[in-house]
């Protein structure tokens, strides 16, 4: 083996896994003309296409590939997220937001969750969201694009909805500009080298084969290469998220947009409301064991705002994540790589750490075992930290007397998770990694929002006098007040862009 370098990699599937896959590649390697990326994807099969909420991450990586985000949110009719608005997971008409900016300001050197925690105990704090713009910007339904702060950091953070249809007809035209070569067949059945086991090609309709010197695996749910044909396994973490179905259905939009996601709680699971420009999402993430596919559909057309404008469409999932990413020259992204329910929108940002991760430790034509388990290591890692998160809002719930719910706070949690909860309650702190994606002021939204105050708060918080606090509080919450009548609402500040 005289270069030892990738010479041919294909990408199986052209989902928004696919597509992102291509277009990080080809950007991280297209120039160097050794490479070749092929996606291979079958338009009769198509694409899940209900990925349509994302987090931060999402314009970083956009600016990596120089997407100018004004012609991205044009042609993806997309609308700008702040924050999650979770209704009714405290219990009836409870209502509260897990925004992606910070909350409140420090004062003499205190941080502001210890100041808050003291101003709770005395009766004397309003909730946490009265103290965040992100959140008071997107209760009102207005949107500015953030300034930076003297360190050259934005005020908040904000992300995209989008029309998970139009991002991968977007993604595919900028990846075929830049080199990638497409086919659009269905691959029949995959072969492998009959020492190693490594996958040699793709047999597609018609009998063509596709050779290649490593595949990334972006065929959905199935893992036609990962799990058919590696058998690599999957790891379920049904016993702490048992919602097993979704449905979906868009409808027309009747309200401006909000510039968040709506999260309802409801009898056995949650109804998700992505605003897009032309259109909402809707979706019933639900569990069998308590609702049936008609209840779960009939609850949700109930529950549109507008009239529906597609058939619903019914999703199986299994929650859990693929053993391995990585298992001999497969790669696997996006929903075969695993699924962990849109609660948080962690998918689409999940492929895109992964797709750095194999970047970061790009393989050459030469087996490295230790390459592929250190990736495999991390992954998981930062998989059970999201998933973490997203059990969080489960076992804190407070539909007392609800089947479903009474048996989501009863679950006995994963270890790293109650130890969480446990750290939090007594001394107001949290375990997060430099890398985790959630960090403080993430868990300290949902705490607050499920009503989990911290025994303990800093004792420097008590140097300051509680009147002096008091007027501090009130001008936070002031100069946030000005901040959001100043800004255009969100339908606005789309129109005029
Ligand atoms: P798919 O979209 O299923 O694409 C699979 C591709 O493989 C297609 O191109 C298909 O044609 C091709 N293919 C399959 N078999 C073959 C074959 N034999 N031959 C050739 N081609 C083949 N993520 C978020 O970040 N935010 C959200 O709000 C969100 N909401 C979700 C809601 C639900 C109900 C579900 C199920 C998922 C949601 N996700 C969300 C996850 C998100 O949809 C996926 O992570 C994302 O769309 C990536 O999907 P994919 O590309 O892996 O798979």
């Known amino acids: 083996m005289d270069d030892p370098r990738l010479q041919s990699i294909i990408v199986a599937g052209g989902g928004t896994a696919g597509w992102m896959a291509a277009a990080s590649l080809v950007r991280k390697f297209g120039s160097n003309r050794h490479t070749r990326i092929t996606v291979v994807e079958s338009s009769q099969i198509g694409t899940i296409g209900v990925g349509e909420a994302t987090v931060p991450a999402i314009r970083p990586w956009l600016e990596s590939l120089k997407i100018n985000e004004i012609d991205f949110i044009k042609r993806c009719n997309a609308t700008f997220k702040l924050a999650i608005g979770?209704?009714?997971?405290?219990?009836?008409?409870?209502?509260?937001?897990?925004?992606?900016?910070?909350?409140?300001?420090?004062?003499?050197?205190?941080?502001?969750?210890?100041?808050?925690?003291?101003?709770?105990?005395?009766?004397?704090?309003?909730?946490?969201?009265?103290?965040?713009?992100?959140?008071?910007?997107?209760?009102?339904?207005?949107?500015?694009?953030?300034?930076?702060?003297?360190?050259?950091?934005?005020?908040?953070?904000?992300?995209?909805?989008?029309?998970?249809?139009?991002?991968?007809?977007?993604?595919?035209?900028?990846?075929?500009?830049?080199?990638?070569?497409?086919?659009?067949?269905?691959?029949?059945?995959?072969?492998?080298?009959?020492?190693?086991?490594?996958?040699?090609?793709?047999?597609?309709?018609?009998?063509?084969?596709?050779?290649?010197?490593?595949?990334?695996?972006?065929?959905?749910?199935?893992?036609?290469?990962?799990?058919?044909?590696?058998?690599?396994?999957y790891d379920t973490w049904s016993q702490w998220l048992p919602c097993d179905r979704a449905v979906a259905i868009p409808c027309e939009s009747r309200q401006e947009p909000a510039p968040y996601t709506r999260s309802m709680a409801c009898e056995a699971g949650w109804q998700w409301r992505i605003p897009l420009q032309h259109r909402v999402g809707n979706g019933y993430v639900y569990c069998s064991d308590y609702l049936s596919d008609d209840r779960a559909m009939t609850d949700l057309m109930r529950n549109l705002e507008g009239p529906a404008i597609a058939e619903p469409r019914l999703i199986p999932f299994v929650t859990g994540m693929r053993r391995n990413i990585w298992t001999r020259n497969v790669f696997a992204l996006g929903l075969a790589s695993g699924f962990l329910e849109p609660l948080e929108s962690t998918s689409i940002y999940l492929v895109q750490t992964s797709i750095q991760s194999l970047i970061n430790n790009f393989p050459t034509r030469r087996d490295n075992p230790h390459l592929r388990d250190e990736v495999n290591r991390r992954n998981r890692e930062h998989q059970e930290h999201l998933r973490d998160f997203i059990i969080l809002h489960y076992a804190l719930n407070k539909r007392v007397g609800q089947p479903f719910w009474d048996r989501c706070r009863a679950m006995s949690l994963p270890d790293s998770l109650a130890a969480q909860i446990e750290l939090f309650r007594h001394t107001g702190r949290i375990q997060a990694g430099a890398n985790d994606f959630f960090r403080y002021s993430s868990w300290l939204a949902m705490f607050a929002g499920f009503g989990v105050v911290p025994e303990y708060y800093h004792p420097s918080a008590d140097d300051i006098a509680l009147a002096d606090l008091e007027r501090e509080f009130e001008g936070m919450k002031g100069g946030i007040d000005t901040a959001v009548e100043g800004a255009l609402s969100h339908q606005d500040f789309i129109a005029r862009n």
Request: hydrophobic residues 40%.
């Open 86 to 233: 979770f209704d009714g997971w405290a219990g009836e008409g409870s209502h509260f937001f897990h925004p992606f900016a910070e909350h409140g300001l420090p004062m003499s050197g205190v941080p502001f969750q210890h100041l808050w925690t003291r101003m709770h105990q005395a009766g004397k704090a309003s909730s946490i969201d009265a103290y965040c713009l992100g959140s008071q910007l997107a209760s009102n339904n207005r949107f500015a694009l953030p300034r930076k702060d003297e360190r050259g950091e934005l005020l908040f953070n904000y992300a995209y909805h989008f029309d998970a249809a139009l991002v991968a007809a977007y993604l595919k035209s900028w990846s075929m500009t830049h080199g990638v070569r497409h086919i659009d067949a269905r691959i029949d059945t995959v072969e492998q080298n009959s020492e190693t086991g490594d996958v040699t090609g793709l047999v597609l309709e018609g009998g063509r084969v596709l050779t290649g010197d490593f595949f990334i695996d972006c065929t959905g749910f199935q893992g036609l290469l990962i799990e058919k044909t590696l058998k690599t396994g």
